[in-house]
């Protein structure tokens, strides 16, 4: 783990927010001129803190208005089955977050789709990639909070 100072904090949520500052505005708010900005950027880039910048897209406007929570359940706890099943189901474009759970889910898919016919289809292609225990399904009614940015300040 890095240690952040302040400037490195301040620089990290303005670029949660905003990653498309140019290095002189955010060196103007985090109170730094452009190249001494541009180099705490470039060390928390080569250090991995930032991963990489991109653009959020809305959903809905996209035609993709479905959340779905898929919870899965196998009786298959191998490596090789791990790295298959894992392969597979991140190459699957719907998925937008895969985790590995503990308790009794033993893993968490954020599905995005276009509608109930959209998942269908990719819940056969789900079933159809490996042997699963069992598949919950969870819809969506409303995003109440979403954010991509972390709670550095505490």
Not at 25 to 38: F, K
Not at 40 to 66: F, M, W
Request: proline share 3%; net charge positive.
């Amino acid at each position: 783990m890095m240690q952040l100072d302040r400037l490195d904090i301040a620089i990290l949520e303005a670029l949660q927010h905003d990653a498309s500052l140019s290095a002189a505005d955010l060196g103007a708010c985090v109170g730094l001129s452009a190249t001494p900005c541009w180099k705490r950027v470039k060390r928390l880039e080569d250090a991995g803190v930032i991963e990489r910048r991109v653009a959020l897209v809305n959903p809905a406007r996209v035609g993709l208005p479905v959340t779905v929570f898929v919870s899965i359940r196998t009786t298959r706890h191998d490596e090789k089955w791990l790295r298959q099943f894992a392969a597979t189901v991140s190459a699957m474009p719907e998925v937008t977050e895969f985790h590995r759970m503990s308790g009794d889910v033993y893993y968490l898919h954020r599905v995005v789709t276009s509608d109930i016919a959209g998942y269908d289809r990719f819940y056969k292609r789900l079933i159809r990639s490996a042997d699963l225990a069992g598949v919950s399904s969870a819809f969506s009614m409303e995003s109440i909070k979403y954010t991509t940015a972390l709670p550095l300040a505490g």
